[in-house]
């Protein structure tokens, strides 16, 4: 089956401690981007990866870093969680990044709590 | 600026009658696509439906119609014969060809409940 995989699905954590939340893919999907989804504010793109070992900022990149060592795999590391790191966390995939067309699938989601 | 806008905030819908969502978008890019996502109460996101800029026919999956209004820069969703597994948060959402580096933009969403 298809999809785009995320671990931990819930996650309560201290401020300061790393965490690393795993998103993996079995779609050979060039893209893949991480967004999170606060009230009030929607959802908004934290990095974005174009392919292997090419990843850059999207629009909330602070406190966030990613590496892309293999095309299913695009963790997103928390080297120091804050409180207002809380959120829903959610990882998609897409076909390519230049394309209009290319649907981007979502996991399931990472519900983070940072005390 | 909001590329894509939501008006409605949330909506009631009887179970087994159509329902419209509003979705209105700001884009000078000449190629761009336009998604549909579900959002229930589980949080996942679902795919439902996509409307290329330069398609010339509405897009349809099922139940799940996109009235796609190119001049007026509008891309409402219509669900037929509404089902209580409708109930959700659905989201509308722009990608850009140029310059958005593949993000999605998505709008503040429209929460819809579907009554018995």
């Known amino acids: 089956e298809a999809q785009v995989t995320q671990n931990p699905r819930y996650l309560i954590t201290v401020t300061g401690k790393k965490l690393t939340v795993t998103c993996s893919q079995n779609?050979?999907?060039?893209?893949m981007s991480w967004y999170r989804q606060d009230p009030g504010l929607g959802l908004r793109q934290i990095y974005y990866?174009?392919?292997?070992?090419?990843?850059d900022k999207g629009d909330v990149p602070e406190g966030y870093k990613v590496s892309r060592k293999e095309k299913r795999n695009f963790p997103l590391i928390l080297e120091s969680p804050s409180p207002n790191q809380t959120s829903l966390y959610f990882c998609a995939s897409s076909l390519s990044m230049g394309g209009s067309a290319d649907t981007q699938y979502f996991g399931p989601g990472t519900r983070l709590t940072v005390l | 600026a909001q590329k894509i806008t939501q008006t409605q905030p949330g909506m009631f819908v009887q179970e087994k009658e159509a329902v419209t969502l509003d979705c209105t978008y700001d884009?000078?890019?000449?190629?761009?696509?336009l998604f549909w996502y579900k959002q229930p109460s589980s949080g996942e996101m679902i795919f439902l439906i996509y409307q290329g800029s330069y398609d010339q026919q509405n897009a349809t999956e099922g139940r799940y119609s996109l009235n796609f209004q190119k001049a007026r820069k509008s891309a409402n969703l219509v669900i037929s014969a509404s089902q209580l597994g409708d109930s959700a948060m659905y989201f509308c959402?722009?990608?850009?060809?140029?310059?958005?580096?593949?993000?999605?933009?998505f709008g503040a969403g429209t929460q819809v409940v579907v009554t018995p």
């Open positions: 779609m050979n999907h060039e893209y």
């Open positions: 959402a722009m990608r850009e060809v140029v310059g958005s580096w593949g993000k999605l933009q």
């Open positions: 990866s174009m392919n292997v070992e090419v990843t």
């Open positions: 884009t000078s890019d000449p190629s761009y696509g």
